[in-house]
């Protein structure tokens, strides 16, 4: 439940910067939407009315013998309809139109619900009781518009508004006012074809095949297409002839009459995920569903969760890279200390040479050439001076660089080594941020936390005490399990305290990535390479080709005291090449669900 609150709490907050996903709502999608509501909830009473959040409301309507929750939202990039199983924790204190609608609507029975024409607009028509216990009407209008979205409920017979989720004046819209008191006006109806009525030449008439960007004119003149819609008819179409595209259009309108519809999320390589209740033929990745509210629910769902990652992995990604470039420079100063160190001996002989020849060299004088006892192949030497320094004091500097230099080159050397270290696990941090779920960026925050790099919550924040590390479960080809750890607590989990010591361990060989283990004894070559696929996908070098990947027994994997998170040393290793296979993935996964 808490997980959810936070998807709707993202949804509500989030502005999306890649495809408008309410375009794949189309007013298809809607008459779909309202087929299925018509089923389960038409006669059915309003037992309950909540607001989440400022542009979402849950009703709870008891039909059939059964409660049913309602989602209406009118959010500027998620606005929809449909049923919903599970639905966030409620405000301590019901905003005002929340309020509105339990005076006007709870106990009302929902008598019809009404589309637009292929509108995304729809009327949810409630019968009830005023004051003074006389039947009414009232309308909750739910207009799907993207950011003009919008929820408002009206007094039916005289289209008198009586409240809305969000309000427009005179001097935001001046052609359509939205605000208690005044006339409900509907949005413009743009003279769009019936795409279940029009005839084959009002179609043809409102295309010009000369003018080209077919694709707009048909979500254009047709009325409840969308862009998706319309590259599935051209799709269809093969060669955009006119008889061609005609007879695609009569296709799609014999499916659309039908109302045979097929709910089913398309999945794409680059993330831009779509869904209708029309078979999409020109998308891949097809994952049918039961109904049209099962298929809502999980795509935006998805969805949230998906943005919500990307946002905070932004977040996060920033802070490590900040802080890898932070420790890139102090490794640089480090190394040029480290060679003005290395140079101390010198500074030691041109302290010596010149008290040997002070007599040689005055105040002002900017080097002294003298003889150097010590290298009987280099028999003068070059030394630099001070000119604002008596000679004298030269010499005493020369000295006190060399003890500070000799004492400070064990301590540079060392911090060398510990920025290394700090750069490597940096690296590892981003690495595992790119494939992160929600529940990995969580542990990757609290990592982080931990180690200083991120400000640390406050206990009202957190709110749940941390878990214990749950690396990811596949199961290979062969029936052998295989865990990968997502995040540096994951990984230092499964090596030194989940896994067995005769359980197998991967990594991939000088790459940050995951630890990967095989549990047990019995799997063969098969096993082998699928687990090592796994150890190079869940690296830096998975867009490489032929990466190489350690294997050991656990028993030969150690974590040296005081080390990073997720670093260990191993041994007994040998290496396997494999080419990072995203399908491989997704198959092992799938096994594991199996």
């Known amino acids: 439940m808490r997980v959810i609150a936070v998807l709707f709490a993202f949804m509500i907050y989030f502005v999306e910067e890649g495809v408008d996903v309410s375009m794949s709502f189309d007013g298809i999608v809607t008459r779909a939407v309202v087929r299925e509501l018509e089923r389960v909830l038409e006669t059915g009473r309003v037992a309950k009315i909540h607001q989440p959040f400022k542009t979402d409301l849950v009703l709870v309507i ?74 009414v009407t009232k309308r909750l209008v739910v207009e799907i518009m993207g950011k003009h979205s919008n929820i408002i409920l009206i007094d039916a017979e005289s289209q008198t508004i009586i409240d809305a989720v969000k309000r427009l004046s005179p001097a935001v819209n001046r052609h359509r006012t939205v605000l208690p008191g005044a006339t409900y006006v509907s949005p413009p109806d743009w003279g769009k074809l019936d ?64 109302e045979a519809f097929h709910p089913a999320i398309y999945r794409s390589e680059n993330g831009k995920d779509a869904f209708h209740v029309l078979p999409m033929s020109h998308l891949a990745g097809e994952e049918a569903f039961a109904s049209v509210s099962a298929m809502l629910e999980a795509f935006y769902a998805r969805k949230a969760e998906s943005d919500l990652v990307r946002q905070r992995v932004s977040d996060l990604h920033r802070i490590v890279t900040n802080e890898k470039k932070k420790n890139e420079r102090k490794l640089k100063k480090l190394q040029t200390e480290l060679r003005e160190a290395e140079d ?21 004088d900017r080097e002294l050439e003298a003889v150097n006892y ?8 070059t030394i630099p001076l001070d000119p604002n320094k008596t000679p004298s004091e030269n010499a005493q500097g020369y000295f006190r660089k060399y003890a500070k230099l000799k004492t400070a080159k064990k301590e540079i050397v060392k911090q060398i080594e510990q920025t290394r270290e700090e750069i490597a696990y940096l690296e590892s941090v981003a690495q595992q941020i790119e494939t992160a779920s929600l529940k990995d960026i969580a542990e990757i925050r609290e990592e982080l936390e931990e180690g200083g790099y991120v400000r640390r919550r406050t206990a009202a924040q957190r709110k749940a005490k941390p878990q214990r590390p749950e690396p990811e479960r596949y199961v290979s080809s062969e029936g052998a399990v295989i865990l990968v750890g997502k995040n540096n607590r994951q990984n230092d989990y499964l090596t030194t305290r989940l896994a067995s010591p005769d359980d197998t361990w991967l990594h991939a060989k000088d790459s940050p990535g995951s630890h990967v283990v095989i549990r047990g004894k019995t799997f063969g070559e098969r096993t082998l390479l699928e687990a090592a696929g796994l150890a190079a996908y869940f690296s830096k070098s998975r867009l490489s080709s032929r990466v190489p990947v350690d294997y050991t027994l656990i028993r030969h994997v150690r974590k040296p005291s005081g080390a990073k998170p997720g670093f260990v040393i191993y041994d007994h290793q040998k290496t396997v090449f494999v080419t990072p296979d995203e399908s491989l993935v997704a198959r092992l996964k799938e096994n594991a669900k199996g």
């Open 62 to 135: 008891r039909a059939r013998g059964k409660n049913h929750k309602l989602l209406l939202s009118a959010h500027a990039q998620y606005a929809r309809m449909h049923l919903v199983k599970e639905t966030p924790d409620n405000p301590p204190e019901p905003p005002a139109f929340c309020m509105v609608l339990r005076k006007h609507l709870e106990g009302a029975v929902l008598e019809s619900i009404e589309q637009v024409g292929y509108e995304r607009i729809v009327h949810l028509n409630f019968r009830g009781k005023n004051d003074i216990g006389d039947d």
């Open 195 to 258: 795409p279940a009525k029009a005839e084959r030449d009002d179609f043809l008439k409102r295309l010009d095949f000369n003018a080209g960007k077919l694709e707009s004119q048909i979500s254009g003149a047709v009325d409840g297409f969308s862009p998706l819609i319309a590259r599935e008819l051209l799709h269809r179409a093969g060669l955009p002839t006119r008889e061609a595209v005609v007879k695609a259009f009569l296709d799609l309108q014999a499916e659309l009459r039908s």
């Open 344 to 364: 101390v001996e010198r500074y030691r002989l041109f302290g010596e040479l010149l008290t040997a020849n002070l007599h040689l060299a005055k105040k002002g």
């Open 374 to 381: 010590y290298d009987e192949q280099q028999r003068t030497i």
